[in-house]
């Protein structure tokens, strides 16, 4: 049932970027040849971000701390209720608690770089 679903969908957005990218280029190739290569935007150098990562050290240390707090987790979670984790149906479950863990991490970062700002 989700193979009906997932790979049509994936052939499609393929196949859109793949169309996306060719129509693009020939769009900017005909402005070029144009003479208006300052509407092409493509000779402009690239704009910087204006955030600058100013603790890469602690934002990845971070995140790491969060990752290994997660897979402690679910090692607990595995040693109290095994049919929990080991079983097909919840296959998701570590992943979930893994990816919550490191989207953690990156929010005490984030609120963390803020209040050094003000």
């Known amino acids: 049932m989700l193979e009906e679903v997932v790979i049509p969908a994936i052939v499609f957005f393929g196949t859109y970027h793949i169309i996306r990218l060719i129509s693009e280029h020939l769009l900017k190739r005909k402005i070029i040849k144009a003479g208006h290569i300052d509407k092409a935007g493509i000779m402009e150098p690239p704009k910087q971000s204006e ?36 079983d097909y149906r919840n296959a998701t479950l570590p992943i979930g608690i893994l990816l919550v863990f490191i989207s953690l991490g990156f929010l005490i970062y984030f609120f963390i770089v803020n209040r050094k700002k003000m």
């Open 51 to 86: 955030e600058v990562n100013r603790y890469p050290s602690l934002k990845w240390g971070l995140v790491a701390l969060m990752s290994g707090l997660g897979f402690i987790l679910i090692e607990i979670l595995r040693q109290v209720n095994p049919e929990l984790i080991n």
